[in-house]
């Protein structure tokens, strides 16, 4: 069955940076778009950013635009978030998802999601 | 603000029909499918309906789903008390080249 397992989260100093990973095991990983997804203590879904099954494209939400990096290694199966200049406002639960159809180039919906890894932002 | 708005809470008695609706934009739910999504407490979000009204594997037909325009609406029959969950809707915005959600909305089944 699918398995997505975030790793990489903690506390970390504002402006400072991290790196989130995802492993992903039970598909063929190299068929399927992939989401990073957050969610902030007691709040909503906040979608952060996709990237095409191949890498060819990567999409990303105007709050982390410039900031943050999605990319993957399909040899590994593993997905990535560079996370840099980080904020308070970044502080969630950070998810990865993968895209329910394969090949669907962005637009179908995260499918299958992981545990989450929290990340804090705290001085 | 989320681009889609959702009431932030629903109530119905066991064994009820609930809706929960989701508005947006011609960028958005006008011209891209709807998906629904429910979470319960501490726990991931799960992809329940996606183009508009597709239940994924194992979802009850207790659960379905609609687009008019530019909302969409989650029905939920037969109400259960462990439906009670968070729901979220999204869908892509076209525009924004972004995929955006809902706020949410809190289902309490009294």
């Known amino acids: 069955q699918v398995q997505l397992m975030e790793s990489g989260g903690g506390v970390v100093q504002p402006e400072r940076s991290l790196r989130l990973s995802c492993k992903a095991s039970?598909?063929?990983?190299?068929?399927?778009?992939m989401h990073w997804v957050r969610q902030a203590p007691g709040k909503g879904l906040e979608w952060v950013a996709l990237i095409w099954f191949d890498g060819t494209k990567k999409y990303y939400a105007d709050s982390v635009k410039g900031r943050f990096t999605i990319s993957r290694d399909n040899s590994n199966n593993t997905l990535f978030l560079q996370m840099n200049s980080l904020r308070a406002e970044d502080t969630a639960i950070y998810f990865c998802?993968?895209?329910?159809?394969?090949?669907?180039?962005?637009?179908?919906?995260?499918?299958?999601w992981g545990q989450g890894t929290l990340v804090t932002v705290s001085s | 603000q989320s681009v889609l708005t959702q009431p932030p809470s629903v109530s119905a008695a066991p064994g009820q029909r609930v809706t929960i609706s989701c508005s947006g934009g011609d960028s958005n739910i006008g011209n891209n499918y709807v998906s629904w999504y429910q979470q319960l407490p501490g726990t991931a979000p799960k992809l329940l309906l996606y183009d508009n009204n597709r239940r994924t594997s194992g979802i009850p037909d207790r659960f379905s789903g609609s687009r008019s325009g530019t909302s969409g609406t989650l029905g939920i029959t037969g109400l259960q008390t462990g439906d009670e969950a968070d729901y979220f809707c999204?869908?892509?915005?076209?525009?924004?080249?972004?995929?955006?959600f809902g706020g949410g909305t809190r289902l309490t089944v009294l």
């Open positions: 998802a993968r895209e329910e159809v394969s090949f669907c180039g962005g637009h179908c919906p995260p499918g299958s």
């Open positions: 999204g869908t892509w915005d076209s525009s924004l080249n972004a995929w955006v």
């Open positions: 039970g598909f063929v990983f190299s068929n399927y778009a």
